[in-house]
């Protein structure tokens, strides 16, 4: 790829204010394009987190410690007694999803109080049926990250440590976790932005990475294939009107991306063989999900 790839975006953060830290670019076949703003410091990946603990339960799955159509109250019975009426039903793919009809909305910026965040968010009423509704709220990627934990024995971040981070060296990265003890999930991971660009690739690389098979491709290929509709969410911009699969949002073109608060973004163009991520603290986000595509990916042959 040409030096000069990345001039017109640059200039494009200077001079609208998209508050970007870094951008790497990867396309198959050549070497990457980087530029820094600022120090490549580890920063909060906030949503971007929630791709992560959909690969770990289908990295969980290809080791026969759950299926993703596990219904949760099988992983945890003691919690029947006090689950809303419906909950039963809800399944981990669901929960995924964003789909799970529960009426629970909680996002990892807010205290907990509960002395248990779980038990809360099964005690929720429901207000649709599950698989019906799309509401977004990490809710459900953290109770996927409770479920993985009783499954496996290993918190996500303990579960993902030899299984992904060692594999992609991303060496021993913070988590914050909630009052038990638990990762978040949902959000607070912390990553350079490099490092999340080898996730990015491993993805696009359907979770191969240098010949060693990480994430099973058939659930990279799940991710996106059965996504729930988000037309409730029209009034927010069409980026949000692809769908959510599990973890990620589906973009135009075909395309899908991780999407994390103040503009953390990973975008994967499986039909270019790229991927483009960009860590920031953007007040911008629109504007420069619109930069990257306009003045990145659709500059690629």
């Known amino acids: 790829m040409d030096d000069d790839l990345l001039d017109g975006f640059i200039t494009a953060n200077d001079e609208r204010g998209l508050g970007v830290y870094g951008v790497h670019v990867?396309?198959?076949g050549g070497d990457p394009v980087q530029r820094r703003v600022r120090s490549d410091d580890r920063?909060?990946?906030?949503?971007?987190?929630?791709?992560?603990?959909s690969v770990a339960l289908g990295i969980a799955e290809a080791e026969g410690r759950l299926s993703v159509d596990d219904r949760l109250l099988d992983h945890f019975p003691e919690l029947r007694a006090v689950a809303a009426d419906g909950f039963e039903a809800v399944t981990l793919r669901q929960l995924a999803s964003m789909s799970s009809g529960t009426s629970h909305e909680w996002f990892a910026d807010m205290r907990v109080d509960a002395p248990d965040l779980l038990r809360e968010i099964v005690a929720a009423p429901m207000s649709a049926e599950p698989g019906t509704r799309f509401?977004?709220?990490?809710?459900?990627?953290?109770a996927i990250g409770r479920v993985i934990a009783r499954a496996t024995g290993a918190d996500v971040r303990a579960f993902l440590t030899p299984r992904l981070f060692a594999p992609l060296d991303l060496h021993n990265p913070a988590w914050h976790t909630c009052p038990l003890g638990f990762p978040f999930a949902a959000s607070d991971l912390f990553l350079r932005t490099a490092e999340l660009a080898r996730f990015a690739r491993l993805l696009l690389q359907d979770g191969e990475?240098?010949?060693?098979?990480?994430?099973?491709?058939?659930y990279v290929r799940r991710m996106v294939a059965d996504p729930a509709g988000t037309g409730a969410l029209e009034g927010e911009g069409e980026r949000f009107t692809h769908g959510y699969g599990l973890?990620?949002?589906?973009?135009?073109?075909?395309m899908f991306r991780m999407d994390g608060r103040y503009g953390q973004y990973a975008v994967i163009c499986p039909r270019r063989r790229a991927a483009v991520t960009v860590t920031a603290h953007s007040e911008r986000e629109v504007d420069l999900l619109e930069a990257i595509h306009g003045l990145i990916l659709d500059r690629l042959p």
């Open 26 to 28: 990867h396309r198959e």
């Open 43 to 53: 920063v909060n990946l906030y949503s971007v987190s929630k791709t992560f603990t």
């Open 135 to 142: 509401a977004y709220t990490d809710s459900g990627p953290y």
């Open 209 to 218: 990475w240098d010949g060693k098979r990480i994430v099973p491709a058939d």
């Open 247 to 254: 973890g990620v949002w589906l973009d135009r073109d075909g």
